[in-house]
């Protein structure tokens, strides 16, 4: 399974944006990229997926290199309850459909 | 809309004894998977199911099972329980898999003493 590398925690103060690394140098062509994020005490959140191209939805950006090797969660403007464990994550359809998680960024949200 | 029920929220169970788990999908969904949380291994992939038939299945030891019924919930059952399997059960349910995003459930917290 092709793996990822995420900082493993990351400091942000409220109302700014947060840019969160994930780094897939391993990455087939067929991975997509899944992020989901986890608040204390609740299972984990979907966020937003791609493949190829930059996508948005209502609670944040992603943005995929070129070469696809790398993506970055972007938060547009991070909040108290953003403060959560964020987890990128390489999903082959082909390989099944489970989610493997590896052990995600610590996002800290300060007011 | 309901979300992904689990049940129950917390258990305590003795070692060597069973112990049954559920889900139930949020409605439309026939795709739901299993998780287990411990804080040594992370989160890890139990198995799948899709219209009452196991899709994949993760590196767990056979006490660990589970089935989908008709309906779409699902129940997973540890037999002979051991302290190791003291963690936070997760269940995933998704319209499509393949293409979309999977909803969790808030978990069962499973206690082996």
């Known amino acids: 399974d092709a793996k990822t590398t995420q900082p493993n925690s990351m400091e942000s103060n409220e109302e700014e944006p947060v840019h969160l690394p994930c780094n897939h140098s391993?990455?087939?062509?067929?991975?997509?990229i899944h992020w989901y994020r986890q608040l204390p005490s609740q299972g984990p959140e979907y966020v937003i997926h791609?493949?190829?191209s930059n996508v948005n939805n209502r609670m944040a950006s992603l943005a995929i290199a070129e070469d696809r090797k790398s993506s970055t969660l972007i938060l547009h403007r991070a909040t108290l309850r953003d403060a959560a464990v964020y987890y990128c994550?390489?999903?082959?359809?082909?390989?099944?459909?489970?989610?493997?998680f590896g052990g995600g960024t610590r996002l800290m949200v300060k007011p | 809309k309901a979300g992904v029920t689990q049940t129950p929220r917390y258990l305590i169970k003795t070692r060597g004894q069973q112990v049954t788990l559920s889900c139930s999908p949020i409605?439309?969904?026939?795709?739901v998977s299993w998780y287990q949380q411990t804080p040594g291994q992370g989160l890890q992939f139990l198995f799948e199911?899709?219209?009452?038939?196991?899709?994949n299945k993760g590196n767990f030891p056979g006490r660990f099972s589970g089935r989908q019924f008709s309906n779409s919930r699902s129940e997973m059952n540890v037999s002979t329980l051991e302290l190791g399997d003291s963690a936070l059960y997760l269940c995933?349910?998704?319209?499509?898999?393949?293409?979309?995003?999977?909803?969790f459930g808030s978990g069962t917290r499973l206690t082996v003493v």
């Open positions: 995933a349910s998704s319209f499509s898999p393949t293409t979309g995003g999977y909803t």
């Open positions: 391993t990455i087939s062509g067929t991975d997509y």
């Open positions: 791609g493949l190829t």
């Open positions: 994550i390489l999903k082959n359809n082909n390989a099944g459909n489970m989610l493997t």
């Open positions: 409605s439309g969904h026939r795709s």
């Open positions: 199911y899709f219209s009452e038939t196991q899709r």
